[in-house]
T-cell receptor, first 107, second 114 residues
């Protein structure tokens, strides 16, 4: 699985969009980009995934660059409940979690 | 709702006393995973089952074993827990284990070793 790089922490104001970047420069053609989040003391929760195209669901949007070497997870209207560690994972099989980004949503 | 269940949520054991953690799923997924997550660290994959085939990670200590008696259940056995094994243990499932394959995680079991 390709290695990912994420900033260790980010802050976001409640109600604003949260944009979480991820670098995966060694991604190969068959590897998907997955995003999970882990709220304190809970199991990781699936958010979204994509291969090439941008994706959107009820939780978030995923923007993948054309060369697929980086992606951005967008939470359009962050709430306090979105405070969590966000993991970007590149996989074609079992997941290897990196250190993730701790997102703190502030009132 | 289909889900991944872990019991117990909190487990206390003594140094060197064997302990078993359990995981069950109602998703009928082929793959079941066990992760170890120590405080302030990312989850680390210990091993996984693809159906009945066991796949151990290269750096998983021999102290950790697993059993999968049927599709629904998977167990993590720690034969002689040390203080360094105190962690959150996460069970996850996925349908096929490759390609576009979402993992579904249980709530975890927090293990304390006294």
């Amino acid at each position: 699985d390709a290695k990912t790089t994420q900033p260790p922490s980010m802050d976001c104001a409640e109600g604003r969009a949260a944009n979480l970047p991820c670098n995966h420069s060694t991604i190969s053609g068959n590897e998907y980009v997955y995003w999970y989040r882990q709220i304190h003391s809970q199991g990781p929760q699936y958010i979204i995934h994509g291969l090439k195209n941008n994706e959107t669901n009820e939780m978030a949007s995923l923007i993948i660059t054309e060369d697929r070497k980086s992606s951005t997870l967008i939470l359009p209207h962050a709430t306090l409940r979105d405070t969590a560690v966000y993991y970007c994972i590149v996989r074609a099989g079992k997941s290897t979690f990196g250190d993730g980004t701790t997102l703190t949503v502030k009132p | 709702d289909a889900m991944v269940i872990q019991n117990p949520r909190y487990q206390v054991t003594q140094f060197g006393k064997p302990v078993t953690l359990s995981c069950s799923q109602t998703l009928n997924h082929n793959v079941m995973y066990w992760y170890q997550q120590k405080s302030s660290q990312a989850p680390k994959l210990l091993f996984h089952y693809y159906d009945k085939d066991f796949n151990n990670e290269a750096d998983t200590p021999d102290n950790f074993q697993s059993r999968r008696p049927n599709t629904s259940f998977c167990f993590l056995d720690i034969r002689s827990p040390g203080l360094g094994d105190a962690a959150m243990y996460l069970c996850a499932t996925s349908r096929q284990g490759y390609g576009t394959d979402t993992q579904y995680f249980g709530p975890g079991t927090r293990l304390t070793v006294l």
